[in-house]
């Protein structure tokens, strides 16, 4: 059968499972056995189901994966967000919109700790948005900031979304990590902006300021921002050094988180279970999801789609900006119906190899890969993070509201990307620093 | 039997592996950081931290799958099948699950196969701290048994319970 034909019939089969609901991991794995049992034999897609998983699970660079989880959710559980948030609040509320740039702030902040921007989004509407409506903020609007600047985990370190691409593209993590970090900034710089913007036009959306607590007051908060500090400093710092590599630095990470809740009395019993069951939950859904990637990527190599896709590429003289175009707008239309996680690992099997035939920098990749990715959980009308807020809030915000409010927050992501695209060191700068 | 039986005994063999997990997680944790500081302390480090980390790992996502499959906390696309009926979205439900349960069954039936030969030929780890693999290798057979389990048990809710959806399905152990 022709590779091209092959790969095409696999990935519409894949496409109409995942439409009636079969969850997408079972789906990749499902296509995956099955074209290699009619491609290859069935012998050979038995062995694949017998050596991938347990060879894929049991390798220490994946440790990395349920480290960072769990120190996240341990530091959500033992209330770091409440903190943060507050302490951001008390130093912004002079400015008019203070909340939401005390969310800005917070989430930035707790995006370094957690690597998650589900859970990222769904903390933060528990803390910030009940504040946000009580005095008065846009609805909407604030819905839309806390969705928007939870993707901020996707970024800035520990990323889980970094971690899965280093994975399946067999880079390096701790580089990746690091590149995260000023694209991470800038995106923060960029929501803030276009919050400033948004209340210049729509006065009515952010309540005068009030300012109310004394410097003291102000200073005093910060003592609840130690433990961050602390944990950043023990795990960026870590791996930036090159002391822990990211597997260490997770395992060190998780740990201390847990000490850091002990010490501060933070974390009661069930607060901890709950952690550990997240983080279970999570590592299950993750690494099944990367079996049945495994699986899937196996069939399109064996297939020959993946050698063809890239003649066809070369052949065709395809420019890196067109590529890059279309990579653009296949991850804006499937950001929009498939979940983050699985759209990187039904599409990087494809899309990295031309990359890299194109010679185009496998961590500025990542970094764009990464950037879409985000734009994708907060892309109407399936954008994860949009409906992380919409449960979290409780029927305190209607999902219509969610999607309006979101929209100025996509904007900045966007702009955020054409910095990116025209200044490519921007990600590059810090991994190339800690080489040398 | 009751159905509230076989539930039960369900529910408890999920608690079961979860704990598993949890303890693996923490073996990970604790391992991976004492790891770090007697390398960093004591210019040494604890002998195979990275090889009992791998098993650890191997260990918590296999006996922490049944938890994920009761929560249904596997990501699934849910935008074309709202559109349908309470009675069609059963039917898929139902469907899908078995699907699932199907390849599910593939894969422990492949572990089986591999802790069994494992087990024959006293598979051991390599490197500084040599133990036996083939117990992780088991514990991902029980793991993906009570999994197909889990999976058989919401073909069958979706079917007898036509009120039933995915929440109420993932009802708390």
């Not at chain 1, 290699?36 to 990395?64: D, E, G, K, W």
Request: aromatic content about 10%; charged content about 10%.
């Amino acid at each position: 059968m022709d590779p091209i034909l092959a790969g095409v019939i696999a990935i519409a089969v894949l496409l109409s499972l995942v439409a009636i609901r079969v969850p997408v991991a079972f789906a990749m794995l499902g296509v995956g056995f099955v074209g290699l049992c009619l491609l290859r034999s069935p012998l050979f897609a038995l062995i694949q189901l017998q050596t991938v998983p347990y060879a894929l699970v049991a390798s220490y660079t994946f440790v990395v994966v349920p480290m960072f989880v769990l120190m996240g959710s341990i530091a959500a559980e033992s209330g770091l967000i409440k903190d943060l948030y507050r302490a951001a609040h008390i130093w912004l509320e002079e400015l008019k919109g203070s909340l939401y740039y005390a969310t800005v702030v917070g989430s930035t902040l707790f995006a370094a700790i957690s690597g998650s921007t589900i859970v990222n989004s769904a903390m933060f509407t528990r803390v910030a948005l009940p504040e946000m409506i009580k005095f008065n903020y846009h609805r909407g609007f604030s819905a839309g900031c806390i969705a928007g600047v939870g993707t901020l985990a996707a970024l800035i370190p520990p990323s889980l979304s970094f971690v899965i691409y280093g994975i399946l593209t067999e880079q390096s993590i701790g580089q990746l990590l690091i590149a995260g970090v000023i694209p991470g900034l800038l995106t923060a710089v960029m929501f803030i902006l276009v919050i400033k913007v948004t209340i210049w036009i729509k006065p009515s959306w952010a309540p005068e300021p009030a300012a109310r607590h004394s410097y003291r007051e102000r200073f005093q908060s910060l003592g609840a921002i130690w433990p961050v500090t602390v944990l950043v400093l023990l795990v960026l710092g870590g791996i930036y050094t090159g002391i822990l590599p990211p597997s260490a630095a997770g395992a060190v990470g998780a740990v201390g988180a847990l000490a850091l809740a002990l010490l501060r009395r933070s974390i009661s019993a069930p607060g901890l279970r709950s952690s550990f069951e997240a983080t279970i939950s999570m590592t299950a859904v993750i690494f099944i999801i990367l079996i049945g990637g495994m699986l899937f990527s196996r069939f399109l190599l064996a297939s020959g789609f993946v050698t063809e896709m890239n003649l066809l590429v070369s052949d065709n003289a395809v420019s890196t900006f067109m590529f890059m175009a279309s990579l653009v707008l296949v991850y804006f239309v499937l950001g929009m119906f498939v979940d983050p996680m699985s759209m990187m690992v039904m599409t990087l099997p494809v899309f990295f190899p031309i990359s890299q035939a194109m010679n185009i920098d496998p961590i500025w990749f990542g970094v764009i890969v990464i950037k879409l990715v985000e734009i994708a959980v907060i892309t109407p009308p399936v954008g994860m993070n949009l409906f992380a807020v919409v449960s979290g809030a409780e029927g305190k915000v209607k999902t219509s509201e969610v999607f309006v409010g979101v929209l100025p927050f996509l904007v900045a992501e966007l702009l955020a990307l054409s910095v990116l695209f025209l200044f490519p060191s921007l990600a590059t700068y810090l991994p190339e620093q800690m080489m040398n | 039997m009751n159905i509230k039986i076989i539930d039960k005994t369900l529910a408890l063999m999920t608690a079961a592996c979860t704990i598993g997990a949890a303890l693996s997680l923490a073996v990970m944790a604790f391992v991976g950081a004492g790891d770090i500081f007697g390398i960093n302390v004591f210019q040494k480090g604890i002998p195979g931290a990275n090889q009992i980390a791998e098993e650890a790992l191997a260990a918590a996502f296999f006996l922490g799958l049944p938890f994920a499959q009761r929560k249904a906390a596997h990501v699934d696309v849910d935008i074309l099948t709202s559109l349908f009926s309470q009675k069609v979205q059963n039917r898929l439900l139902a469907f899908t699950q078995l699907f699932v349960a199907c390849m599910l069954t593939f894969l422990a039936w492949k572990a089986f196969d591999a802790a069994q030969r494992s087990y024959q030929v006293n598979e051991t780890t390599m490197g500084a701290l040599i133990f036996a693999i083939w117990p992780v290798k088991t514990a991902m057979v029980v793991g993906l048994v009570v999994s197909i389990f889990e999976a058989l048990r919401q073909v069958i809710l979706s079917i007898f319970a036509p009120v039933t959806n995915q929440q109420q399905m993932s009802q708390a152990i």
